[in-house]
């Protein structure tokens, strides 16, 4: 079998008296898109940040491309590409000077580097505005230049962390598209951090960590398939009444969410008629009706107990130590 393209046993991180990674285990296949999820503080920068060696680990072991990240720490560096939360880009410099420049620090064969740098800059959209200075483009344009340059030397394994935040919806999902397409071109592994749900969706394998652990890992189809239950939320004139004939007749507890009646159901499809029938048998006034598949909210609250958004909140703000630290570089 192929070596593992990142490779995790053991690993933990203090920080003083705060456990940011409390023994996590993983392994990412060559060439696979892996996406690390779950909310702020939950311990997904200080991993990336011990993968890409910019953090030494308390204990355990990890190998990016087959090396370990403590004892060989330079060659790690040379084969991985990094696309950080704060932007870290030149912005007087063309989009080419910027590629050029990193071209040159990590050492891109010159009579190649030309060629590299067109490939890159038209795999993420923007060989038309090269010459341009990056202070004119927009937040996503810069964050598509990053990704190129985190190309530019040919990586093996490319990290982003958190590579969408602040940007509106729609540039969050050329990114992606621009991400998805990069293995069309080159049999590149892909290792990312978000705390968004729908974005996860995108990638082969995740793992959701939640408080320096790992409390799920598979395909987001697995994990949500593994919840069991789809969400039957119904709109009536009585809720109370509703709730009371969905315990009577189906021995269900309902409960309310965002003002309607909200029941977890294994085949909610199946379930809709006979909710409908008995609920109009007991005179409460159906108005609408809604089933949704299990989303990978449904697995991480199954798994901790509490939905993301809530967990995010009581996690409060966290630093960003991979950009804070590349700054200070
Ligand atoms: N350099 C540091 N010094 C002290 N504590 C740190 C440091 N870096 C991270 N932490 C703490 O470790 C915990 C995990 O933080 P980490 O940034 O890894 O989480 P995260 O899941 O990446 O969150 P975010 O999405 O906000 O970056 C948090 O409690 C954080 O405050």
Same mark, same amino acid.
């Given at each position: 079998?192929?070596?593992?393209?990142?490779?995790?046993?053991?690993?933990?991180?203090?920080?003083?008296?705060?456990?940011?990674?409390?023994?996590?285990?993983?392994?990412? !296949?060559?060439?696979?898109?892996?996406?690390?999820?779950?909310?702020?503080?939950?311990?997904? #920068?200080?991993?990336?940040?011990?993968?890409?060696?910019?953090?030494?680990?308390?204990?355990?072991?990890?190998?990016?491309?087959?090396?370990?990240?403590?004892?060989?720490?330079?060659?790690?560096?040379?084969?991985?590409?990094?696309?950080f939360q704060e932007p870290t880009l030149d912005g007087p410099m063309s989009g080419e000077q910027n590629l050029r420049f990193h071209g040159e620090l990590y050492g891109?064969?010159?009579?190649?580097?030309?060629?590299? %740098?067109?490939?890159?800059?038209?795999?993420? @959209?923007?060989?038309?505005?090269?010459?341009?200075?990056?202070?004119?483009?927009?937040?996503?344009?810069?964050? %598509?230049?990053?990704?190129?340059? @985190?190309?530019?030397?040919?990586?093996?394994?490319?990290?982003?962390?958190?590579?969408?935040?602040?940007?509106?919806?729609?540039?969050?999902?050329?990114?992606?598209?621009?991400?998805a397409r990069l293995h069309e071109t080159q049999p590149i592994t892909v290792f990312v951090t978000t705390h968004y749900m729908d974005e996860a969706e995108n990638c082969?394998?995740?793992?959701?960590?939640?408080? @320096?652990?790992?409390?799920?890992?598979?395909?987001?189809?697995?994990?949500?398939?593994?919840?069991?239950?789809?969400?039957?939320?119904?709109?009536? @004139?009585?809720?109370?009444?509703?709730? !009371?004939?969905?315990?009577?007749?189906?021995?269900?507890?309902?409960?309310?969410?965002?003002?309607?009646?909200?029941?977890?159901?294994?085949?909610?499809?199946?379930?809709?008629?006979?909710?409908?029938?008995?609920?109009?048998?007991?005179?409460?006034?159906? %108005?609408?009706?809604?089933?949704?598949?299990?989303?990978?909210?449904?697995?991480?609250?199954?798994?901790?107990?509490?939905?993301? %958004?809530?967990?995010?909140? #009581?996690?409060g703000p966290s630093l960003h130590p991979m950009a804070m630290r590349m700054r200070g570089r």
């Amino acid at each position: 079998m192929d070596e593992p393209a990142v490779s995790v046993r053991g690993l933990v991180k203090r920080y003083g008296d705060v456990e940011a990674v409390r023994g996590i285990d993983l392994e990412v !296949a060559r060439g696979e898109t892996f996406g690390f999820l779950g909310p702020n503080g939950a311990g997904k #920068s200080t991993t990336i940040n011990i993968l890409c060696t910019l953090v030494e680990p308390t204990a355990g072991e990890a190998a990016v491309a087959g090396l370990d990240v403590v004892r060989d720490r330079a060659a790690v560096r040379r084969r991985i590409g990094l696309v950080f939360q704060e932007p870290t880009l030149d912005g007087p410099m063309s989009g080419e000077q910027n590629l050029r420049f990193h071209g040159e620090l990590y050492g891109v064969d010159r009579r190649t580097a030309a060629a590299r %740098r067109e490939e890159v800059l038209r795999t993420v @959209g923007l060989f038309e505005r090269r010459k341009d200075p990056v202070s004119t483009y927009s937040g996503g344009m810069r964050r %598509r230049l990053e990704i190129a340059r @985190g190309l530019l030397h040919s990586p093996q394994v490319l990290f982003l962390d958190e590579p969408t935040i602040g940007l509106d919806p729609q540039t969050r999902a050329s990114i992606w598209n621009y991400l998805a397409r990069l293995h069309e071109t080159q049999p590149i592994t892909v290792f990312v951090t978000t705390h968004y749900m729908d974005e996860a969706e995108n990638c082969d394998r995740i793992a959701i960590m939640n408080e @320096g652990r790992i409390v799920a890992l598979d395909t987001p189809e697995a994990l949500k398939a593994q919840v069991g239950a789809d969400r039957v939320v119904v709109a009536t @004139g009585d809720d109370d009444a509703a709730i !009371a004939a969905v315990r009577r007749e189906f021995g269900l507890e309902a409960g309310m969410h965002e003002g309607a009646v909200t029941i977890s159901v294994p085949d909610g499809a199946g379930f809709v008629p006979r909710l409908f029938a008995a609920l109009t048998a007991a005179g409460v006034d159906v %108005r609408s009706v809604s089933v949704t598949r299990p989303s990978l909210d449904d697995v991480f609250l199954a798994h901790t107990g509490t939905t993301l %958004r809530d967990a995010e909140r #009581s996690a409060g703000p966290s630093l960003h130590p991979m950009a804070m630290r590349m700054r200070g570089r």
